[in-house]
C-alpha cells in the first residue's frame, strides 16, 4: 500500500515525538512492505515565527493534498502573549476546521503494567477501556461572537456555545457506530440541567439512539461524569460530549491511565485526512531534551492505520509492542515510579521498534 503523510512537527516536545513516530512508520513499511512519504508542513508557533501566521495556507493545502496527517504538538510561552487570533492553537484549531474533522475519538485504557503510575487506586483503574467521542469543530470553542466589548458600565466579554442541529446528530452518529464495535453503550454528557444547547444535545442523543436499539444511551450531567471518571471508570464505554467538556475530561481521564503521556487521539469526518495527534501539549519545561513520552504519538500512528488506512494488523503490531515494552519494565520519565530506570525518548522508541520487528505476523 502506497500513502502520502502530511507531517507537522510543531513546537516544544512535538518534533521529538514525531521523529519518534516516523521511525516507527518506517519499521511498519518494511516489516509489512508498505510505502509511506512523508511531507512536512508548518503549524502554531513555529509557523508564526516563520511565517507570520499559525497556519499558512500552504499548510491546509498539504494536508488536503494526503493520506493522513501526524501532527506532534503546538505552543509555548514564547507566544502566550499574543492576541487570541494569532497564538498557536489558533493554528491546531484551523486546521481541524478547515478539514472538517468534528469527531475527535480519545481512547483511554489502562494498561495493567502501569497501573501503579496512577494516582488513583489499582483496582479502580484496572481494566479500564473507554472511548472519549469529543466534538471538535463546533461548541464554545468555534461559536461567534467571542469578543472583548466596551459597554457603558465597563469592560465585557463573551464566548458562545453554538451547535446546528446537524453538528449534534454527525457525532452522535460517530458515537453509536463505535459502541456497536465496542461494549454498546453510550454516555452522552451535557450539563441539560443549565444549558439550552445541552438540552438539544440531549433529545438528539435520544433520536439518534433510537436508530441503534442494540446500544445503551444514558445520560450524564458533565459534573458528574467528572466525578464518576475517578469513582468508576469501568462504568464508560463511549462517552461523547461537547467540544469544552471533552477537552477536559479527556485530561482528566488520561490520569486513569498513569500520564498524558499515554493517550493518542483521531481526528475524523472530514471528506479528505484525518488528523491523529497525540493529546498532550508541547512540554516547553522538557523540549528538545530527549526525555517526552513518545507512546502517545506512537499510539496515534497505530490510529492513523486503522481509521484512515484500514490496516488493522499493522495497528494491532504497534499497540501490542507498546504493551509488550511497558509489560517488561521500559519507562519514560512520566510513567517511572521512584527508583526505576528511566529511558530517553530515542530508546523508548528502540524498544517498540525492536518488539514490532520481532512481531509475528499472519
Ligand atoms: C487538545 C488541546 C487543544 C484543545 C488546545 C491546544 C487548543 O488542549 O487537543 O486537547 O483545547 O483542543
Ligand atoms: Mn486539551
New binding site residues.
Partial sequence: MKKKITVIPGDGIGPEVIKSAIKVLEAVASKFNHEFTFQYAKLGGVAIDEEGTPLPQSTIDLCKNSDGVLLG???GPKWDTLPGHMRP?KG??GIRKALNLYA?LRPVTAHNSLLDASTLKKEVVAGVDLMIVRE?TGGL?FGQPQERRQEPDGEAVVDTLYYKKSEIERIMKQAFELARLRRKKVTSVDKANVLESSRLWREVAEAVGSEYPDVQLEHMLVDNAAMQLIRNPKQFDVVVTE?MFG?IL??EASMLTGSLGMLP?ASIGGEGPGLY?P?H?SAPDIAGKNLANPLATILSVAMMLRYSFQLSEEADTIETAVTKVLEAGYRTGDIALNGEQVLKTEEMTEKVIDNIQLAVTN
Fill in positions: 504538538a503546538v505552543g492553537e491546531l484549531l475527535n471538535l470553542y467540544n477537552d479527556s485530561d487521539s495527534e493529546i501539549g
